[in-house]
């Protein structure tokens, strides 16, 4: 590494720092999924439970009643929020996986241009 130009070293850097964005992405995408699975298998059970059925929901680490409608709705609003923020997550992989083809495409050719050069002298 310290025969590498602060310009190469520079790069480097770079695409170390958009690795680690990306698996912070990924993480928070799997994290938001996990949620989405558990905010749908609760619309499920509220589903087959019939109607004027006694619900609660959790808030914070106690459970309040609720209405059964209600919470429906308040479940189904989050299934759309996280939906839309899993997308959101999605698109943001999607180009810094880009990024990250480019910027290995660059460091590889500057890398191989350098060995080349190293072994003609």
Known sequence: MEKLSPQLRHQLAQFQQAQQQAQVL????????LLMRETERALEELGKLQEGA????????????????????????QKETLDLR?????????????????????????LKGKQLGEEAA
């Open 54 to 77: 006694t619900v609660y929901k959790s808030v914070g680490t106690i459970l309040v009643k609720s209405e059964r409608e209600e919470l429906k709705k308040s479940l189904g609003e």
């Open 26 to 33: 990924m993480t928070q995408r799997q994290q938001l999924e």
């Open 86 to 110: 899993i997308k959101t997550l999605e698109r943001q992989e999607e180009r810094i996986d880009q990024r990250l083809r480019e910027m290995r495409e660059k460091l590889e050719g500057a």
